[in-house]
């Protein structure tokens, strides 16, 4: 596996050392023995975490991966003392270097925060003050701790920032938050972690919402802080990001550990069954065809009673129609400045019935303007869309709605898409467009049925979007989409946001669906596992120019251009599935 | 005043449904004091006879400026008219002064507001600039304008007190409406076809909305102040009446030696703005919950 980026290649004597590296100290040990950790609401204590123990040698990675609300993250704030006021944190031991820190004070707690344990949360963006600049803001954990004169912080700064591979670090210190992209934000926010040579750090789905590459680069930057001596702890929900890293890993479930050991055995070699489903959840090149979650009762089960939609396509159908098609698609931005930027470039497709056209790139890529595009939600400048054959881009809107309901889109975040005030129900039956002159008793009947099509319980129908999970988010997002029993479904980003083993149940029902109703995807997404694994041809996009185009094999096992091996390049290791 | 509705933030869970808080919790302290009061308030205007101990109006020159007592629970003023029972009447006035401007000024506001964010370019451009310019005025002097061309009366003031707090809403509004039809969900109504009324209808404004019952409970309050104060400026309601304002005004010239005629209904007037102020908290809260 081969990293691209400048983050190692840093020669290790501009590397700022703090302590002399000389005689290599046997610090930063700790280990924890039947950590539990539990809430006081409303006078009784909900246990998040039971009986977790682990022990962190020096030099070492030890990752803790489960789904959200497995109590991972959980576990690792209370080994630096944040899990709250209402926590009640009980444990027969936690030892940093033999000094017990069940008992630390407040005060012992900040001399121990950032000096001896470094903190990385997961999103850049909120953990840094989105006023200060960001070299202000390493310098406070220095001065926070007494570190040096304000000139010797400044130079400690620029030193670590280019230590975790910032270019220009003199120019970067002095930006905001707002003004970096999410890699070199990611990058400022570990670089105050290390600011005092911590002996531990802890990261907490450090690259979660990251570009792949962008990934890559932050974990060959924890590989490189692990490799000085410091040891990590790693958290994720996703195995296929820590298999690199971790010399040891705790998979938790509910709050339970439900195996832990060394890395090779449990991605090799795992013993318990959801750790083989969290590993077989990850998609690829290789899981096309293959279902990637163990058959669940929510799973969508083939429909008896389906509705009159299209035959489903079998894989050698006799006359590939096209349902969706896009001829030089152009779309200019004009900046406050005036400057014009080119969004989508010429980009041009054809999606055929019954298949799924992946297009993958990074942010701002342009891959979502042209999902806008081909949705006629913003304007073209040149070019032209045609759906089912017909004008679709060229028409006023007026026009455009009566054909509306042949094409529906997913987004990666149904909260926002949803209308606060609706239940889950309310906004099903309105998305029902083909409804009219059908009674309440009917309509509620078909939402009913789309929800048994999604795997969704008919109880859930009656919550509000903001009480149920990320899952249950999609999944009415999805049974909307299909509600007006559309052609095409244009799925931007809609599992990106969600926890590898979810994103495993919901790629399981999409593929389901698309062979009970013969549906099209234009699936839009950063990862190129989940584009593989669904698409059957793949559009890589580049700053709004497609670079490569080809069937996911040929794409991925034959990339011709540069951008698209580095992508490649840049995928986690994969630990070997197991059937 | 500055309303800002968090976004809900949506936290990413397991499949497993999270399970739901208890519905039914007893309500703050805070709130049932406030609403309690509110409930004083409202019986005094509907039936202030319920309430008063005495005749408002009836002269009584052998008890005037007499101390809060058993007798006088607020005092009486120099013409021997008992506080309390005035106070109680006064309350009428006061808050339909405080209701009517409240009206006046979300219905302009409304208005003004819905053109500024929906409107073409050069009409929303117009009429931001004029409740720019309005804006610049203190609400007050904006009031005492006003006042001055139509002259003092009640009704003076509730236009007065309407017209000059309507700049400052208008511009909430137009934020949350422009905010409402920016959002994903209205993107998603977009793309299922629905048509730009049922959207307007649906969507933009009950969401845009919302948030304006919370303001109309703090205006209230923030009105009957107004109001108050332009009638201590003598430019409200004539003296005889037992509206707040004019009782501070009547009671100014006393204050060396009846310090109850300012301080009291100077204190009711604030008992009223902050039983409405923390209704109002409550009420957004509970909307930003994402509650029902």
């Known amino acids: 596996m081969t990293y691209t980026i400048g983050a190692v290649q840093a020669p290790p004597e501009t590397i700022p050392a703090v302590r002399p590296a000389a005689p290599p100290l046997k610090r930063g040990r700790l280990s924890v023995t039947n950590l539990t950790v539990g809430f006081r609401r409303r006078g009784a204590v909900h246990q998040v975490v039971q009986n977790v123990s682990f022990s962190l040698e020096p030099g070492q990675c030890v990752a803790i991966v489960g789904e959200s609300g497995s109590g991972k993250s959980v576990t690792a704030r209370s080994i630096v003392g944040l899990t709250g006021r209402n926590a009640v944190v009980e444990a027969d031991a936690i030892l940093l270097d033999g000094e017990d820190l069940r008992t630390a004070t407040d005060r012992q707690w900040r001399r121990i925060r950032g000096r001896r344990i470094g903190f990385i949360l997961q999103d850049a963006l909120v953990s840094l003050d989105p006023l200060r600049p960001v070299g202000k803001e390493i310098a406070e954990a220095l001065a926070l701790h007494g570190w040096g004169n304000r000139r010797e912080r400044a130079a400690k700064v620029i030193d670590l920032l280019r230590a975790v591979g910032v270019p220009s670090p003199q120019n970067r210190a002095r930006q905001r938050p707002d003004e970096l992209s999410g890699g070199l934000r990611q990058r400022a926010l570990i670089a105050s972690a290390l600011a005092l040579d911590p002996e531990i750090i802890i990261a907490d789905e450090p690259t979660t919402a990251l570009d792949v590459t962008v990934q890559a680069q932050v974990l060959a930057l924890l590989a490189d802080t692990k490799k000085r001596g410091v040891s990590v702890i790693l958290i994720s929900h996703d195995l296929s990001v820590v298999a690199h890293l971790a010399d040891h890993i705790v998979v938790m479930q509910g709050g339970r550990v439900v195996e832990s050991g060394s890395a090779d055995q449990v991605l090799n070699n795992p013993g318990h069954a959801y750790t083989r489903s969290l590993i077989n959840a990850v998609p690829g090149e290789d899981t096309r065809g293959k279902r990637l979650s163990a058959p669940t009762p929510t799973s969508a089960a083939p429909n008896p009673a389906a509705p009159a939609t299209p035959q489903p396509v079998a894989d050698d159908g006799p006359v590939l129609q096209a349902v969706l098609q896009a001829v030089d698609l152009v779309k200019r931005f004009t900046t406050p400045d005036g400057t014009v930027t080119t969004a989508v470039d010429n980009v041009s497709f054809t999606l055929e019935r019954g298949t799924t056209l992946g297009i993958v790139g990074e942010s701002g890529s342009g891959k979502s303007t042209t999902a806008r595009l081909a949705l006629a939600l913003s304007s073209l400048d040149s070019g032209s869309v045609t759906l089912l054959g017909q004008e679709w881009s060229s028409l006023p809107e007026a026009r455009r709605r009566t054909l509306r309901r042949e094409i529906s889109v997913v987004y990666q975040d149904p909260l926002s898409s949803f209308d606060p005030r609706w239940n889950a129900e309310r906004i099903l039956l309105d998305s029902l467009t083909d409804a009219a002159g059908q009674s309440t008793a009917q309509k509620k009947a078909r939402v009913a049925e789309l929800a048994r099509q999604v795997g969704l319980p008919l109880e859930i129908l009656q919550r509000f979007p903001l009480n149920l999970s990320g899952g249950q988010r999609q999944r009415i997002a999805i049974a909307r989409a299909l509600a007006p029993n559309p052609s095409v479904i244009v799925l931007d980003e809609a599992v990106s946001a969600l926890d590898v083993s979810i994103q495993a149940q919901i790629l399981d029902l999409l593929v389901d669906l698309q062979k009970q109703r013969g549906l099209s995807y234009l699936f839009i997404s950063h990862d190129l596992g989940v584009i593989s694994h669904l698409s059957d041809q793949v559009l890589v996009m580049k700053d709004g120019v497609v670079v490569e185009r080809g069937t996911p094999d040929a794409i991925f096992n034959r990339p011709a251009h540069p951008y698209t091996r580095e992508l490649i390049s840049s995928l986690p290791d994969h630990p070997r599935r197991t059937p | ?292």
Do not use: C
């Not at chain 2, 422009?178 to 629905?194: C, I, Q």
């Not at chain 2, 100014?252 to 008992?271: D, E, F, K, M, S």
């Open chain 2, 1 to 292: 005043m500055t309303t800002s509705v968090t976004p809900a933030t949506g936290t990413k869970s397991a499949e497993t449904p999270t399970p739901r808080p208890p519905r039914r919790t007893p309500p703050p302290t805070g709130l049932i004091v406030a609403a309690g009061t509110l409930l004083l308030f409202v019986t005094a205007m509907i039936a202030p006879g319920l309430l008063a101990t005495h005749d408002p109006y009836a002269l009584n020159l052998a008890d005037a400026l007499h101390a809060p007592s058993f007798d006088y629970w607020f005092g009486t003023d120099e013409a021997g008219r008992d506080l309390y029972s005035r106070v109680v009447y006064g309350t009428r006035e006061s808050l339909v002064i405080g209701l009517g401007a409240t009206a006046l000024s979300l219905t302009l506001a409304l208005a003004l507001g819905s053109v500024a964010a929906l409107g073409g370019r050069f009409v929303a451009g117009t009429v931001n600039r004029v409740i720019e310019v309005l804006l610049a005025f203190p609400t007050l002097l904006f009031a005492l304008l006003l006042v001055a061309i139509t002259g003092p009366s009640a009704l003076s003031q509730v236009f007065a007190v309407g017209v000059g707090s309507a700049p400052g809403y208008a511009r909430i509004i137009r934020g949350q409406i422009l905010s409402a039809r920016n959002s994903g969900y209205v993107e998603a109504a977009v793309a299922l076809g629905h048509g730009n009324g049922r959207i307007l209808r649906q969507h933009i404004v009950p969401n845009a909305v919302r948030p304006l019952v919370a303001i109309i409970t703090l205006s209230v309050g923030q009105s009957i102040v107004w109001a108050s104060s332009l009638s201590f400026l003598g430019l409200g309601v004539a003296p005889p009446s037992p509206e707040w304002g004019a009782l501070l005004d009547a009671g100014r010239v006393y204050i060396t030696q009846a310090w109850w005629l300012t301080v009291i209904p100077g204190l009711v007037i604030v008992a009223l703005a902050l039983a409405a102020t923390t209704l109002g908290k409550h009420i957004q809260n509970s909307l930003e919950k994402g509650e029902k």
